[in-house]
């Protein structure tokens, strides 16, 4: 089984950039669609974006794609998600799951991931 951990969270500045990776704790990755989520304080849990096992298919939300980028590293099985131009509405707790299902297959159902990781929080100052 597929254990997502989550990590680069932390306090930054509106306007900079963060990056937080998606390793895996158990199982590799590899395989593996993965999806990034987040969930404000007070919110919904919200998708950002996704990608195919092989990296080749990349699923943006709409809120996400000017800002966002996706992007799997087979050499070190981590997925990482670069969030630009931070704004103090992006503050949340960022969660990576997975899943084993084909990419097709999960991004017309809405993303039902099988994995989830315990999240990495995101704090934006304004």
């Known amino acids: 089984q597929v254990r997502p951990v989550e990590s680069g969270g932390g306090l930054v500045q509106a306007g900079s950039s963060l990056r937080v990776s998606c390793a895996a704790s158990g199982r590799t990755l590899s395989g593996h669609v993965v999806a990034w989520f987040r969930q404000a304080p007070g919110k919904e849990r919200e998708f950002i974006a996704a990608?195919?096992?092989?990296?080749?298919?990349?699923h943006y939300a709409d809120s996400a794609k000017d800002r966002s980028w996706i992007f799997r590293e087979h050499s070190n099985d981590t997925v990482y998600l670069q969030i630009n131009t931070l704004k103090p509405e992006d503050t949340a707790m960022y969660y990576c799951a997975a899943s084993p299902k084909g990419f097709q297959f999960v991004a017309t159902r809405g993303y039902p991931m099988d994995y989830w990781g315990k999240g990495t929080l995101v704090t934006v100052s304004p």
């Open positions: 990608i195919s096992w092989d990296g080749d298919t990349v």
